[in-house]
């Protein structure tokens, strides 16, 4: 034996994500296709924002969703009433999308429809505040729910999922005159996370917001189309 | 580690360490990475082999003044000099393998 040897490697241990993030961004812009990265805890609201959200979108957009869910089809099957493409990505016991299982949807869906007719891409994540965050899909913004009911002190509890995100959409705020919620406090801790952050806050009951983030994609759309 | 393995000619090296450096402002428990590395390298080349984790701190700083601090959760991450919110992140979300001991037989 020779006497030991360090290779300095300085890899990200993420790398191959990171690369097929890369080649699926490549993907999207080559298609002129805006993808948004949805992520939020289980349970904030997710489906049903696009569910409404596709209700409009849809009528001045070419819309698709990719699906993900860890063990069933339920959020797909709700979604595909729209009448949009969607396709469904099953991850197992996975807690996350990870940049090749958006590939294999895109894949997928490059068999529903030529995704050069599309504007926008939907990508919903795996309910879960953790991995999603650090996993690149290759999409062009993040955005982030957070519902009331979570609690005031999530984005300082888990500050990398609200630090990365390009708009935080706070959901159920019809609910707020029903609970001891301090909607203040969590827009503070939201800036101290990331200021830079776009907040919206939104009711999929009332539709109060959902022009604001209507708003929001469209103009993503339209900047991203003329770039 | 595969493809830098082939390049070294893995038939004729024993990687004795990886060396990680992981940022304190990631989703990662050091702890949990090393206790699923050595259940996966289980009988396989890598099975002598250990990793180390070098945490590299988390570290801001302040836009006003721009110090350089380390942010804390219980201060909501504000910079303690000018009480400003978190802009710029100098370390802490470094995930990497920063090098790999080995030796040639």
Known sequence: MHLPISDKIELNILHQNSHQ????????????????????????????????????????????????????????????????????????????????????????????????????????????????????????????????TEGEDKPLKYPIMFREADLILITKVDLLPHLNFDINELKSNIASTNPKADVIEISSITKSGFHLWQDWISKKILKFKNN | MEEWAEKKNKKKIVVEKINLKIGEFTCVEPISLINTFNAAVLGSWLDSSEITIETIPFEGKCSKCNRLYFPKKENGYKSPCCNFNLEEIISGRELKIASIDFKEK
């Open chain 1, 21 to 148: 993030a890369e080649k699926n961004k490549i993907k999207f812009n080559n298609y002129n296709l805006l993808c948004l990265n949805i992520m939020s805890s289980p349970g904030a609201g997710k489906t049903r924002l696009l569910e409404i959200t596709l209700e409009d979108l849809s009528k001045k957009f070419h819309s698709a969703v990719l699906e993900g869910d860890m063990t069933t089809n339920l959020d797909a099957a709700r979604l595909e009433k729209l009448n949009i493409p969607v396709v469904p990505i099953t991850t197992g016991r996975a807690c996350h999308l990870d940049a090749n299982m958006v590939s294999g949807g895109l894949k997928l869906l490059e068999k529903k429809i030529n995704p050069n007719l599309l504007d926008i891409l939907l990508v919903e994540n795996v309910g879960n505040l953790v991995c999603p965050a650090e996993f690149e899909i290759g999409e062009h913004f993040k955005v982030a729910l957070l519902s009331i």
